[in-house]
């Protein structure tokens, strides 16, 4: 603060300032010159501090004194000396949070960081507001009709008019300060606490709000179909320094909610006015509607008597949490140049339980599906599927596929080659660490070092060589007798590898590892084959930007991963 203060041209350096042009228009032989009456700051008078403010108002309004003869041509010495138009293209162009801090360095920078396109300007770049609080309009539409119709298509505009606040009187730096950077530690994705169903929620700056959008998988089993998405609570400023947290669950329209931020990467939201989510017809007509819009189908289409006692359950659970809800961030997995396919949100199909999002990552050799959302057998956090890259699968014929027992028998001689190696690698480990601790056999460490290295290094070039002779683009049929909730899946892969599927009973009872097979179709899906369960998932890409997800570093996503996962266990 001190060398701004010196560089706007107060504190000790200003006297010292005038004290020099003083003498350099005496050298000049200005006879007209005034001998230097500045007093050091600390003996100034409140009149002459009065004296600095006007002339400091002055400036900012353009209205600067005129230079002497010999200041006509020289540069700036001071911030305070250029044009405050450029003033404020400077202060614009700084993060929003060193503002505060400049604002007290000075009465003229207070005064000039007053203006609002500055803030204007920090909303667009660091939030991605792009409204104009003077004319919200798009295309000849009200910015208040467009997002009416995007928030809830069944309610009139005019509806939403009554509730919406007046811009008018709003400025961008009430924008900024109290509802942008107030509220900027929720925005990004995040998971409710719904115990086993999880959720998936993308908190982001929506125009002049902060709106949380639940993510839907579609209704099953279309896993091609896009997601769906509503609303569950948004925050705007309903007058100048106070923002509002409306809960949008139910019917009803917006209605009185409140946000609290517990601790790090979580938050909590909560519904002060429960009523509005209540229908008049009871639970059963609110068990109507959900069903409607959960699975597109009423109670008389499902046929299958569990799966009504499933989707009973899922309803009379999620509906405990109405009124309260807990988020934990999570981050969207990182890429690397060396993954099989782009990383990211897939929409699966499980059976009984209808399509769930997972979360496919790459760790080395070893590829990961972690459930986002969830069902009592095998709860949101879950690592549902690991693929082992170091081994491929070579499917026979398309006559020998339809045969499950030659896919099975393909499959359990992988599973055993992988047991085997993985004795061997824990005896290897087992004799390094006995190396390690014996003195009398110093070079034991480097070679066994070396024969590990050789032994992956041996392994990735049959892994690449298996995946070079692999056909582009291979026939493929599920076999008689594995059942798919979508038929209607691609016919040919790209390549199939082992892997495990985790089953479990109710209430994630009795979990273990299956083997099954891994295929990928393309760069947006994939598939997997539950031997034991003789039972077909297939996997969509999520074709959704979601904003301020990206993982600050793998460390932080590798972090995550633990934590869902042990709130989960």
């Known amino acids: 603060m001190a060398v ?47 004296a600095e403010d006007d002339e400091e108002t002055e400036r900012i309004e353009g209205s600067r004194p005129s230079a002497g003869p010999a200041e006509a041509g020289r540069a700036p010495l001071s911030l305070l000396e250029l044009p405050p138009e450029l003033l404020v293209q400077i202060f614009g162009s700084l993060p929003g949070t060193d503002l505060p801090s400049l604002a007290r360095v000075c009465t003229t920078f207070r005064r000039i960081l007053r203006t609002d396109t500055i803030w ?10 792009c409204e104009n609080l003077r004319k919200l309009e798009i295309t000849g539409v009200s910015c208040r009709d467009v997002y009416a119709k995007r928030i809830n298509p ?100 917006p209605h009185n909610g409140h946000i609290q931020i517990v601790k790090k990467d979580e938050f909590s939201t909560k519904c002060n006015q429960t009523d509005h989510h209540r229908m008049s017809g009871g639970r059963q007509e609110e068990f109507r509607t959900w069903l409607r819009e959960e699975w597109g189908r009423t109670l008389e289409d499902i046929f299958h008597e569990h799966m009504q006692e499933l989707i009973l359950m899922k309803f009379i659970y999620t509906s405990q949490y109405d009124n ?157 007798g594995v059942i798919s909730r979508n038929e209607d899946y691609p016919r040919t892969c790209r390549v199939c590898f082992y892997g495990t599927g985790l089953i479990a009973g109710h209430g994630f009872t009795s979990p273990e590892r299956t083997p099954g097979v891994f295929v990928l179709f393309d760069d947006d899906r994939f598939g997997f084959i539950w031997l034991e369960l003789k039972s077909f998932s297939l996997y969509s890409r999520i074709k959704v930007s979601f904003q301020n997800a990206e993982a600050p570093s793998r460390e932080a996503f590798d972090e995550m991963l633990r934590n869902i996962q042990s709130l989960a266990t």
């Open 154 to 253: 069944r309610v009139k505009s005019g509806r939403f008019m009554k509730i919406l606040p007046d811009y008018e009187h709003m400025e961008y730096r009430d924008v900024y300060t109290c509802l942008l950077h107030r509220y900027r530690h929720i925005l990004g994705l995040w998971q409710p606490d719904i115990g086993p169903y999880g959720g998936l929620l993308n908190v982001v700056v929506d125009g002049l709000f902060i709106i949380g959008w639940m993510y839907l998988p579609p209704h099953d089993p279309h896993v091609d179909d896009p997601m769906r998405f509503k609303p569950l609570f948004r925050i705007h400023l309903m007058e100048r320094k106070c923002a509002t947290v409306e809960c949008m669950y139910g019917h009803k329209g």
């Open 324 to 480: 309260c809800l807990t988020y934990r961030r999570i981050y969207l997995p990182p890429s690397s140049p060396d993954d099989l396919i782009k990383p990211g949100l897939f929409k699966g199909t499980y059976g009984s339980h209808g399509l769930e999002i997972v979360m496919l990552s790459f760790h080395g050799r070893k590829a990961k599906g972690t459930k986002i959302t969830g069902d009592p057998n095998i709860p949101a956090g879950q690592q549902t599927v690991e693929i082992d890259l170091a081994h491929p699968l070579r499917l026979p014929d398309i006559e020998n596929l339809r045969d499950f027992s030659e896919l099975s028998r393909i499959v359990l001689e992988v599973q055993e080659q992988v047991r085997r190696e993985e004795q061997e690698e824990e005896q290897r480990q087992e004799g390094e660490d006995r190396s390690q601790q014996a003195a009398s056999q110093p070079a034991a460490q480097p070679q066994g070092g070396g024969e590990g290295a050789e032994g992956e290094e041996t392994a990735a070039g049959a892994e690449g060589a298996a995946q070079d002779k692999a056909p582009a683009s291979q026939p493929f049929v599920l076999p008689m």
């Open 120 to 129: 204007r300007r920090r909303c667009r770049e660091e939030y991605g507001v």
């Open 4 to 50: 701004c203060a010196r560089l706007c041209g107060v504190g000790p350096a200003r006297g010292c300032r005038r004290r020099g042009a003083a003498r350099e228009q005496r050298r000049g032989g200005d006879g007209d010159s005034e001998p230097d009456t500045d007093t050091e700051p600390e003996e100034a008078s409140g009149v002459a501090a009065a």
